[in-house]
């Protein structure tokens, strides 16, 4: 799906080829993941990500970029709560891997976000690769070229 505006093209996740036996889209979402500076100090990433929640996983990819979506399925994670993180409000995302996600949305509709991942469950029918979910997880960080999931397992 392409959206065309203000000289600029934004891709979107194509569901159609994604989506398995059984998988319904729960919602659909612009957002930045928040990072933690060396300082310390809480800030949003400059890349905007397409989310796409299912009733089976989360789907990330960056705008306008030519990337395979991450795909983290709902038991890879283990919490999720709406939090602060100095004054940004989140969704924040505990991964099996220890690391976290800050989610957020420019666009007040957090408590639908929150909802949304909430709702998934693992399929019945389908069992996804840890291993891909894993490496999708790499494939993020590496991608923001710096730490934006911090490992609280040290």
């Known amino acids: ?25 729960l919602g659909r979402y612009t957002i ?3 990072q933690e500076a060396s300082n310390g100090a809480w800030l949003p990433s400059v890349m ?20 395979d979506p991450a795909s983290l ?3 890879y994670i283990t919490r999720i709560d709406m939090t602060v993180r100095d004054k940004y409000h989140v969704v924040e995302l505990q991964l099996v891997t220890k690391h976290f996600l800050c989610l957020m949305l420019s666009t007040g509709k957090l408590n639908d ?6 709702a998934m469950k693992r399929p019945t029918r389908f069992v996804f690769d840890d291993k891909l979910a894993r490496a ?14 911090p490992d609280t397992a040290s």
């Open 1 to 25: 799906m392409r959206i065309i505006g203000s000289k600029r093209e934004v891709t979107l996740i194509d569901e159609k080829d994604l989506l398995v036996e059984g998988e319904e889209i």
């Open 32 to 34: 930045v993941l928040l």
């Open 48 to 67: 905007q990500l397409d989310a796409m929640i299912t009733n089976y996983r989360l789907l990330l990819r960056p705008f306008r970029k030519k990337y």
């Open 73 to 75: 399925p709902a038991h």
């Open 113 to 118: 976000l929150y909802r949304d991942v909430c």
């Open 136 to 149: 999708d997880i790499e494939r993020l960080i590496t991608y923001f070229g710096k730490q934006p999931l």
